[in-house]
């Protein structure tokens, strides 16, 4: 089995707006620092996979605040597939700061080849079968 340590991130001053607090809108960048990292972890990066022509394009994303975090915190972010298909991938995340969860969130992903779909089952199999063993 794989194991996927989280990803850290420090808040920096300029991701904070004039109340002091995180802008929400960093969540999102959070998620994707994580999700790359993760990706990375697996051996298996965003790089390398558009360097073999696929591309994963975001089709959504939920977000969830629960608690603010501010300048230096060091918010750690829990990365987990809530759902894959051949054709998409759904990323959850569990965004935490001192043991308090601040933000829980997910991602949707597609596959494209060319600007066409693609199955991640049949382009990836090594891959796909490593995010379904860890769905298990």
């Known amino acids: ?75 750690e972010v829990m990365v987990s597939v809530a759902e894959t298909t051949a054709l998409k991938i759904v990323f959850a995340y569990t965004m935490t700061c001192n043991g308090r969860t601040v933000c829980t969130a997910s991602s949707t992903h597609c596959f494209l080849e060319g600007g066409r779909p693609v199955s991640l089952e049949k382009r990836f199999p090594e891959l796909y079968a490593i995010i379904k063993d860890l769905q298990s």
């Open 1 to 75: 089995m794989i194991h996927i340590e989280p990803y850290r991130h420090e808040v920096k001053y300029y991701e904070c707006d004039r109340m002091g607090i995180t802008h929400h809108s960093n969540y999102i960048r959070f998620m994707e620092e994580a999700r790359v990292d993760w990706m990375d972890q697996l051996g298996y990066g965003f790089d390398r996979m558009e360097a073999e022509g696929v591309v994963s394009p975001v089709v959504s994303v939920e977000c969830h605040y629960k608690h603010p975090t501010t300048f230096k915190d060091m918010v």
